[in-house]
């Protein structure tokens, strides 16, 4: 049996090398806590995973599934180093029936089978960067201990709501040997493990929403399962088209999409996320959005691109990326949030705060607020993002995916070929490519319209060509010589994103606009241990008014914004400097109070005010660490 063939399948790690910002980005994170972890956090440093006493479950392969490609995107010398002494210590203790890692007797918490799941997936991110050939037989060994051990003990806990996540190394083994009973194993565990779209098929309409009966039974006695749990749904979504490259079922393959719409309607955000803090909890934009949900909803993203070749799920791969990524992290990178909120307007260990589950200290800037999970899981957001910027079909054709600055470097019929992209995307509507080869080619080159960019152009040989169709591919078939340039402008207009109670959020090409808030930020928690500064906590008030209406033309909303570009400085997603800013005229709503250190919910729109107008500056949301992004509008204003 075959299983079908994905439309897009990612280019070798070695393929692709940053530029520009984006570059700078991965510099900054391996600097900041992600490259520095094993270096003082006894989770990382004195992990079981390597022959400590410390925590011996999901830690250390979620820390290496994202330092792994960090490291040798960046052909980065020492983290290299250790990395693969970590890898060598995991590798050479494969206990001798394939288990992985610590086992059960000697730290509990590895009976839950999600860690091997993880451990599987990181190992697959070390052959990709690496090659290593022992990888193919440590996850051969792993995998047949998890068809014997599952007989004997069914998923549960974690494992089972994440069953999907063996897929992946499943369907890569299955590639490379053809064993049947590699999709005889792929069936047990589907039909041990938690089946998710019967769950948004059936479940009672109160706990899919988040529509609890009040704040206190909200906070006391929520009805929360593995089944609301916000980061096993964004992991969720790439379960029915995993599976559908075996059953070939309709209803697998639309899977993705039917959820990714039901997260929309009852939990979206305006960054592309859904809510969770920790459990999935509805439209507010005071609620929180938990830092593991991004990297997760990213990397579903990534995979369902490939398996299903859908463009639109790119448009929201930069949608999340270019804005809730950035804004969960202080500019260093030095410190995270465990929830972001889309109305953020203090970060404070405040009790009674709005999360549906999660602790005081959810949203301060910090080492480990609220639960440790993120700050081990942090680092896959960026380097996977730039490992999936280009792709491949198994036609020969070279697909951009992604927009940031890169160079790919691969083959075709032997011929050698370089794509050089120039750009500040997505500060910048203009994308500059080079293609160099080495003798002629003949291949198709896919450039992704994001469905925003309303008459996108091509310029290459002199000629201009206006893009008709959005959300979709312009694809150049060519006999390639030399070296060829083309220009691709993306227009980027303002647009409204229709929100909750008739308010609006302020979209320009993939990048969402916040009210920058000033900050004080007070340092805390100085007596428990690894807080010292850089990797200190901190809590965030604001010292300007954040509580405004928009004055917006009501013919052609467009208009009210004046945008202005500004110099390019590292780090591009700071308050300090941000690439682009915008005016827009705006009135006090002193009615929008501030309840427990979080805002408000948005009063109805449209605000009747006899506040006099003022001049308000938005900045790229993944430029802000206080901000308003979900804003009331003011009635029949005459801007």
Known sequence: MKLKEPIFRPFPLKAITPQGWLAEQLHIQADGLSGHLDEFWPDIMDSAWIGGKAEGWERMPYWLDGVI?????????VLKKRVSGYLDYIIEHQHGDGWLGPRIEDKKEAADLWSQALALKMLLVYYDATSDERIPYVVEKSLQMLNRHIDQHPLSGWAKSRWFEFLISIWWLYEKTNEPWLLELAKKLQGQGVNWQEFLRLTPQKVRTGDYDDREAKHLHPPVTQTTHVVNNTMALKEGPLMWRLTDQSSDQEAAHYMIDFLDRYHGMPTGMCSGDEHLA??????GTELCSVVEYMYSLECLISILGDPSLADRLELITFNALPATFSPDMWTHQYDQQVNQIECSDLKD???????????????????GCCTANLSQGWPKFAAHLWMQTDSGAIAAIAYAPSILKTEIEGVPIQIELKTDYPFRQDLHFTVKVEKPIRFPLHLR??????????????????????????VIEKNWENKTTLLLSLPMKPFLVPRSNKAVSIRRGPLLYALKVGEDWRQINMDLPHREIPHADWEVYPTTKWNYALELNPINPGKSFVFQEHAMKSPVFSPEHPPVTATVKGQPVDDWKKINGSADAPPASPIKTDEPSENLLLIPYGCTNLRIAEFPVVEKSNT
């Open 69 to 77: 490609p960090l490291a040798w995107l960046l052909d980065h010398t």
């Open 282 to 287: 509805g439209l507010n934009p005071s609620q």
């Open 353 to 371: 705060r709005i999360w549906t589950t999660n602790e005081p200290d959810a949203n301060i800037f910090g080492l480990e607020p609220n639960y």
């Open 449 to 474: 319209i994001p469905t925003w960019a309303k008459e996108a152009t091509v310029e290459m040989s002199d000629e201009c060509s206006t893009i008709q169709k959005t959300g979709d591919f312009y």
